[in-house]
């Protein structure tokens, strides 16, 4: 009993920390853009840069599949959503305690296709706000979940190009 009591107070309360802050900070931030900014307008924060502007995202990263029927999309994100936990579930939990920082970044994807599978669930689709460009050339608007997700797998990439993956 203690073995486990050991495993779960230490591994496992990383995985629980960085999830629930991604998903408080990502809910957290949607509210108030939900509450604060009428649909398609913006605020600009950086002229030139950087807008919060109000958008909602009925399809998967970029727009994919956001002009297929409404109950396809839905149920195909979140088989999609499901699947994506479980993996990255079972690959924190197979990360020894010696890659804490490719454990943070699996808990950051984590929380991040947590936060967006929340949106999916209430709204069909998913609240996006930071809008960054330059003159007419925009990136995509995404969310603090989306980020997570990018900073997770942007970890995910460095220690498959410059560390040792654990086996």
Do not use: E
Request: proline share 5%; net charge positive.
């Amino acid at each position: 009993m203690n073995m486990i009591w050991a495993l779960i107070s230490g591994k496992y309360i990383k995985l629980v920390s960085v999830t629930g802050l991604v998903v408080l900070l990502d809910q957290i931030t949607k509210a108030l853009i939900l509450h604060n900014i009428p649909l398609y307008n913006s605020i600009s924060v950086i002229p030139g840069f950087f807008n919060l502007t109000h958008v909602q995202n009925p399809g998967g990263a970029f727009g994919f599949m956001a002009n297929q029927s409404p109950n396809l999309r839905i149920i195909l994100f979140l088989i999609v959503s499901f699947l994506a936990i479980c993996l990255i579930l079972f690959l924190y939990i197979n990360t020894p305690k010696t890659h804490p920082l490719l454990a943070t970044g699996f808990a950051m994807i984590f929380g991040g296709a947590i936060g967006n599978l929340v949106d999916r669930i209430r709204f069909g689709k998913v609240v996006d706000f930071l809008d960054f460009y330059i003159g007419n050339l925009h990136w995509p608007a995404f969310n603090v979940a989306d980020s997570a997700v990018s900073v997770g797998i942007a970890i995910f990439i460095f220690h498959l190009l410059f560390k040792k993956m654990p086996k």
